[in-house]
């Protein structure tokens, strides 16, 4: 019979599978008693350390964890935070812009010591899956202070964090500049001379179904209107505006079916990196040179932007920093330290080698400037 190192506590009964360690087999081993174990676990200042000690390595010996639902029985914690994301999992995870985020999100959980619960809409409703996140908050991305799911959170008490919402920052926020990063890139393309540009936008969503733009799509509409009527030019003029799901492979086809046009545009301008680089990938194939013949601008700044060729322009957004705000504004709402807070983050525009003056056979007569 084999024995538990230092303590004389058999073992057979515990290695071969039959049963796992209960807090009563730690407490036999430590010979201390079973409210010394819980102590050890969830209150450990109410135990001498030479006391914690003994306990904690009996339980690791034994191979002995806490239950954890238990554990949340007993606390009301979870110590667990959830995303709520409005696509399902695969969908979200093709877009680099979640991963970033996931990041950010990530380093508070390990600087503080809680998991992280990625949570989708469950049978296509995002209001569905609440009951079933066992989580102490949620960082909610991408809907609206008025949607139902906020109302939700609300009722059930749970903490929770809007992220890139059109809310009125009676709710803990955090967003970014998206009016003034679309308006100074579209601003860069009106000074390189294109006047005949492509907006390529991610689909607004179901919220939007009075047909008004909501959150980042409105915000980065208006910078863009901005700067058109800065020049004298209106988007319902003198842009066209496509909207396709968030996908490469959605930018791909919708790059192909703009670059086929016989008054093809010299520049188009994705809201999203994951949409230019589709466009890209259409303008290879199609044989098109970016930027000779037609100029790609993103929206994100992610890490993919540098790998593609040319090398993408686009808007900077700092990812990473939103989710670890929007992780330590949620982290501050648990602890109930938190009195609505609110942050909105700089972007900036960043010029590669994707974007130049639009070819000679494209630029605008003299008349055509003067007249706007």
Excluded at 3 to 16: E, R, T, Y
Excluded at 62 to 90: C, E, F, K
Excluded at 221 to 231: C, M, R
Aim: glycine fraction near 8%; include cysteine; charged fraction near 25%.
């Amino acid at each position: 019979m084999s024995l538990c190192q230092g303590w004389g506590f058999p073992l057979s009964s515990l290695s071969d599978g039959a049963r796992r360690a209960t807090a009563k087999d730690v407490a036999k081993a430590a010979g201390v008693s079973r409210t010394s174990v819980s102590f050890a676990f969830n209150d450990p200042a109410r135990l001498g350390d030479a006391t914690r000690q003994r306990i904690l390595k009996a339980a690791e010996e034994l191979g002995y964890r806490p239950d954890p639902v238990a554990r949340m029985l007993v606390h009301g914690r979870t110590n667990s935070l959830g995303i709520l994301l409005p696509q399902d999992i695969p969908q979200a995870m093709e877009n680099p812009y979640y991963t970033q985020f996931i990041i950010g999100v990530g380093q508070v959980c390990h600087q503080e010591g809680y998991t992280l619960l990625i949570v989708p809409p469950l049978r296509n409703s995002m209001l569905e899956a609440i009951p079933y996140a066992a989580v102490d908050g949620f960082i909610v991305s991408g809907l609206e202070r008025d949607r139902g799911e906020v109302a939700e959170l609300e009722r059930r008490g749970i903490p929770y964090v809007l992220v890139d919402s059109d809310g009125d920052h009676t709710s803990p926020s955090v967003e970014v500049d998206d009016t003034a990063g679309a308006a100074a890139m579209m601003t860069h393309l009106l000074d390189l001379g294109h006047r005949r540009i492509a907006i390529l936008a991610f689909e607004s969503g179901p919220e939007s179904g009075d047909g008004e733009y909501r959150g980042p799509l409105r915000r980065r509409i208006a910078g863009i209107d901005q700067a058109l009527a800065a020049v004298g030019l209106s988007r319902d003029n003198d842009v066209t505006l496509t909207e396709v799901p968030c996908t490469r492979a959605e930018g791909y086809k919708a790059g192909l079916e703009l670059l086929r046009r016989t008054n093809r545009p010299t520049a188009v301008f994705a809201l999203s990196d994951i949409l230019a680089a589709g466009v890209l990938d259409a303008a290879y194939e199609l044989g098109v040179a970016v930027p000779a013949e037609v100029s790609v601008a993103g929206f994100d700044d992610q890490p993919e932007a540098m790998w593609v060729r040319p090398r993408l322009s686009t808007v900077r957004q700092p990812t990473e920093a939103k989710g670890r705000v929007a992780a330590d504004f949620l982290v501050s709402t648990i602890h109930g330290n938190a009195r609505h807070p609110h942050q909105k983050l700089h972007t900036a525009v960043i010029v590669r080698e994707s974007t130049a003056p639009p070819p000679r056979s494209a630029e605008p007569s003299p008349e055509a400037i003067a007249m706007a």
